[in-house]
């Protein structure tokens, strides 16, 4: 698939695999999400640009490789993208922060926006959308919309669970945003909830029904 990247490593699948399971408790769950969100961002970050620096080691000078380019902006899709924060935040620290308030309403499916905070400077900044569930995708291209409103420029988006209707749906839209993914499942059931997938994402992680 067209940008779309499936993150293989067998930490992602195996901790994927706790995740899915319905015995997992609340706390397991929101643990493996950290986990998984650590290892998300080390591949989504894979190819970001380096510049060469001069530094001085105990033992002499030397050119040594620094990330350039302006500090990230890391976009979580409350509630259940904050479950992914806090692991990419253990690897970029510095990255700046935009959140992003939408739920699906249950009947329509459709994403309503009930809180956006974004870095004024966005545009030249490398913007990371995370959310566990891409199902309908309409939450994704919702907050994705409302980046680019803001200015974002370049925009990648990461998850955890994806559905094929999701992806495609996301990808016309949105056909300049790449996708990672620890899985892409079957298909979306008639709620729009993605099976076999792991449920409500935002329910499991914060335990409430
Ligand atoms: C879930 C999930 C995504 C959205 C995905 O959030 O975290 O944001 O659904 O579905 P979609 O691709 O069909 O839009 P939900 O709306 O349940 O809100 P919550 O995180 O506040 O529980
Ligand atoms: N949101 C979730 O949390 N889970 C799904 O399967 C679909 C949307």
């Known amino acids: 698939m067209d940008n779309v990247t499936i993150v293989t490593h067998p930490l992602v699948q195996h901790k994927l695999t706790l995740m899915r399971d319905a015995e997992r408790s609340t706390k397991g769950f929101r643990q493996l999400l950290n986990e998984i969100g650590m290892l998300l961002c080390y591949e989504v970050t894979r190819d970001l640009p380096v510049e060469m620096v001069e530094i001085r080691t105990p033992l002499q000078a030397m050119m040594a490789p620094r990330i350039s380019g ?45 809180y956006f905070k974004a870095p004024v400077d966005i545009d030249d900044r490398l913007t990371i959308v995370m959310d566990p569930m891409l199902a309908t995708a309409n939450s994704a291209i919702a907050a994705i919309d409302l980046l680019k409103k803001r200015g974002a420029r370049e925009v990648r988006f990461v998850c955890l669970l994806a559905a094929p209707e999701g992806v495609a749906k996301l990808r016309g839209a949105h056909p ?6 620890a899985a892409v ?15 409500d994402a935002g329910d499991r992680m914060f335990g409430t029904k």
Not at 84 to 111: C, N, Q, W
Not at 176 to 181: A, C, E, F, L, P
């Open 70 to 114: 302006k500090k990230l902006v890391f976009a979580p899709i409350l509630r259940a993208g904050v479950g992914f924060l806090d692991g990419m935040l253990d690897l970029v620290p510095s990255a700046r922060v935009a959140h992003i308030g939408l739920y699906r309403d249950p009947e329509t499916l459709k994403a309503v926006e009930y």
């Open 176 to 181: 300049d945003v790449s996708i990672w993914t």
């Open 185 to 199: 499942d079957e298909r979306l059931n008639d709620h729009g909830y993605i099976v076999p997938g792991l449920g």
